[in-house]
């Protein structure tokens, strides 16, 4: 029965093909794209990129914002894992001199060893990665992400609590949380708004180079929750006398 309608149905041509493939990938990677001239200005000037500024930017999209940052700094490195956008970002940013592409995964790329910015409009899924990848580059200065504005606000203490990965940063970052998104600025709309997220690496870290590892283990330490209690958790293996006095 089947049979008989086929010669009904119209063939999809290999454009609306090549459209749904591309709508594939952008959900398997979860990227939803700014095309608002306005918004992009607001990111890059939340970055505070001097001239000089050599920027990495992770998922480069359709180029939208790799041009801005183009404009407004020395350098930028535009990584770009779909293969079909990493192709034609070469013939889009043609008039843009100091653009390098690279196509690839950046959370397998190497930092630089000289002193660098990353900014970015990044997939959702991969937030906590590229996050952590900015957090152990040592040459990096700062990293602008628009992120989910919950995981921006949660990171930076707007609800009033922070969370284990700000903590054991802190010394050594400071973390802002930037200008909001509409979500509607998007496409394809996500279900929730978006934010700037800002790391800026603090100018010397508020503790001695050789405590930050210390410093961590007891931030982890205190991060467990046994004993139901900051206090109960650090009194293990600790005199109490000692931890009542660093909590006073």
């Known amino acids: 029965m089947a049979s008989h309608h086929h010669r009904h149905h119209r063939e999809p041509s290999r454009r609306s093909g090549r459209s749904a493939r591309r709508s594939d990938n952008r959900r398997a990677l979860s990227q ?11 990111i890059v000037r939340a970055a505070e990129l001097p001239p000089s500024a050599l920027v990495w930017e992770p998922g480069a999209g359709e180029g939208r914002l790799t041009r801005a940052l183009a404009r407004a700094s020395r350098e930028v490195v535009a990584h770009e894992l779909d293969p079909a956008l990493a192709a034609a970002l070469p013939g889009r940013l043609a008039t843009e001199g100091n653009v390098r592409v690279v196509r690839g995964d950046f959370l397998r790329a190497r930092p630089p060893a000289r002193p660098f910015v990353v900014v970015g409009n990044i997939p959702y899924s991969r937030t906590t990665d590229i996050v ?13 992400l628009v992120t989910q504005r919950e995981f921006a606000r949660r990171r930076t203490g707007d609800f009033g609590t922070w969370p284990l990965l700000t903590v054991q940063s802190w010394p050594e970052f400071d973390w802002r949380l930037g200008p909001r ?19 800026v690496r603090r100018p010397a870290p508020l503790l001695p180079p050789g405590e930050l590892a210390g410093y961590r ?10 004993g139901g209690s900051l206090a109960a958790t650090l ?14």
């Open 32 to 42: 939803n794209f700014l095309r608002d001239a306005g918004v992009l200005r607001r």
């Open 217 to 226: 283990a007891l931030v982890a330490e205190g991060f467990t929750g046994v």
């Open 132 to 144: 952590r990848w900015c957090l152990a580059a040592r040459a990096l200065t700062s990293a602008t």
């Open 235 to 248: 009194r293990r293996g600790r005199p109490t006398r000692r931890v009542r006095a660093a909590l006073a």
């Open 181 to 199: 998104i509409d979500r509607h600025h998007f496409d394809p709309v996500p279900r929730t708004d978006s934010a700037v997220l800002r790391l």
